[in-house]
């Protein structure tokens, strides 16, 4: 059974910084794209950044500049580096692994680690 499990969240105050780490296990984690989501409450989740496994990015237009997401898939853990934190920054967030396999999406999802941003 596939599991990904996020650490790194918690509280931080307005301008500072997190790290959070997703470790994948029993998945052959370099063919899959991976990503971070992230849902606030009363809001829809929402893609934060992906990183493709030939290592191209994609960022949420409201975290450009400020995270940076990253893999390493000899450890099979995908990063986000949060930076300038800010308060609408508050939310559960939700690794995730993706690939297509013919017709079909086959999608894992980790528990989620929440990440509050307040003074």
């Known amino acids: 059974q596939v599991q990904l499990v996020e650490s790194g969240g918690g509280l931080v105050q307005p301008g500072g910084s997190l790290r959070l780490s997703c470790a994948a296990s029993?998945?052959?984690?370099?063919?899959?794209?991976v990503g971070w989501y992230r849902q606030a409450p009363g809001k829809q989740r929402e893609l934060v950044a992906d990183i493709t496994s030939d290592l191209r990015t994609n960022y949420a237009d409201s975290v450009k500049g400020r995270f940076t997401i990253s893999r390493d898939n000899a450890k099979s853990t995908m990063y986000l580096q949060m930076n300038s934190l800010k308060p609408e920054d508050t939310a559960v967030y939700y690794c995730?692994?993706?690939?297509?396999?013919?017709?079909?999406?086959?999608?894992?999802w980790g528990q989620g680690t929440q990440v509050t941003v307040s003074s």
């Open positions: 029993r998945i052959i984690f370099s063919i899959y794209d």
């Open positions: 995730n692994t993706h690939r297509i396999v013919g017709l079909k999406d086959i999608d894992y």
